[in-house]
Nanobody
C-alpha cells in the first residue's frame, strides 16, 4: 500500500487549500483514512478522519468548522479541504490508513500501518 499526499503549498492567512491523498494497492473506500499534521517542535496532531461504509467523520479541535474531509471513491482519493487558514496551521500534513474501518473518538491514538510522505502547508503573509 502506498499513499501519496499532495496539495500543500504557501497560502496567506484566511486562504484555502485542498489536500489530496491517493492510494495504490488499497481501495480507500474500504478503510478509515485520517490526516495528521506535525509542526516543527510540536507533537503530531490528529486533524481529521473519515470512516469507510458510512463516511462518518471526526475532526480535531483545531480543524472543526474550518476543515472538511471527504472521499471520492471513483478516484480512490481522500481530500482535506482547509479554509480560513491560520499561521498555526503551518505543518507537514500526512494521510494515514490501517486496518481500521471506522473512525472513533480516539482515532488519533490508533496505530496506522500506512503513511503518506507528507505535504507541507505554510500559512504566512
Amino acid at each position: 500500500v502506498q499513499l501519496q499526499a499532495s496539495g500543500g503549498g504557501l497560502v496567506q492567512p484566511g486562504g484555502s487549500l485542498r489536500l489530496s491523498c491517493g492510494a495504490s494497492g488499497r481501495s480507500l473506500r474500504l478503510y478509515a483514512v485520517g490526516w495528521f499534521r506535525q509542526a516543527p517542535g510540536k507533537e503530531r496532531e490528529g486533524v481529521s478522519c473519515i470512516s469507510a461504509r458510512d463516511g462518518s467523520t471526526y475532526y480535531g479541535d483545531s480543524a472543526k468548522d474550518r476543515f472538511t474531509i471527504s472521499r471520492d471513491a471513483t478516484k480512490n482519493t481522500v481530500y482535506l479541504q482547509m479554509n480560513s487558514l491560520k499561521p498555526e496551521d503551518t505543518a507537514v500534513y500526512y494521510c494515514v490508513t490501517g486496518f481500521q474501518v471506522l473512525c472513533t473518538a480516539d482515532w488519533a491514538l490508533n496505530e496506522y500501518d500506512h503513511w503518506g510522505q507528507g505535504t507541507l502547508v505554510t500559512v504566512s503573509s
